[in-house]
């Protein structure tokens, strides 16, 4: 079992950054590729961001050169800093892990692929 803990979230201006970060429990934390999702009230889970083992990176089209994803095994911690903030970012942000195969390069994208969750932190972007 692996609990995912998720942070950073808040109220912000658009145009601001933000980084959220999602510790992870357990002794395993490099053994996981992990993934950012969100979802607005009234509309279906996205995915945002996704790491590999190798700390591969792939980013959905909306985020892309504005959101990094990044981890640090040695603290079983994985972060997403969000910068030049928009109005349509705001949403309850996810993390997620999903046990891979140390030679997997792949990406998971499909939330319905990973096997734990956190809770989730609002992110609010105001206009």
């Known amino acids: 079992q692996v609990q995912l803990v998720e942070s950073g979230g808040g109220l912000v201006q658009a145009g601001v950054s933000l980084r959220l970060s999602c510790a992870a429990s357990?002794?395993?934390?490099?053994?996981?590729?992990m993934g950012w999702f969100r979802q607005a009230p009234g509309k279906e889970r996205e995915f945002v961001a996704a790491?590999?083992?190798?700390?591969?990176?792939y980013y959905a089209d909306s985020v892309k050169g504005r959101f990094t994803i990044s981890r640090d095994n040695a603290k079983n911690t994985v972060y997403l800093q969000m910068n030049s903030l928009k109005p349509e970012d705001t949403a309850v942000y996810y993390c997620?892990?999903?046990?891979?195969?140390?030679?997997?390069?792949?990406?998971?994208?499909?939330?319905?692929?990973?096997?734990?969750w956190g809770q989730g932190t609002q992110v609010t972007v105001s206009s």
């Open positions: 997620a892990a999903k046990s891979a195969p140390r030679y997997s390069g792949g990406f998971y994208l499909d939330g319905h692929q990973y096997d734990y």
């Open positions: 357990g002794r395993t934390f490099s053994s996981y590729a």
């Open positions: 790491i590999n083992r190798s700390s591969g990176t």
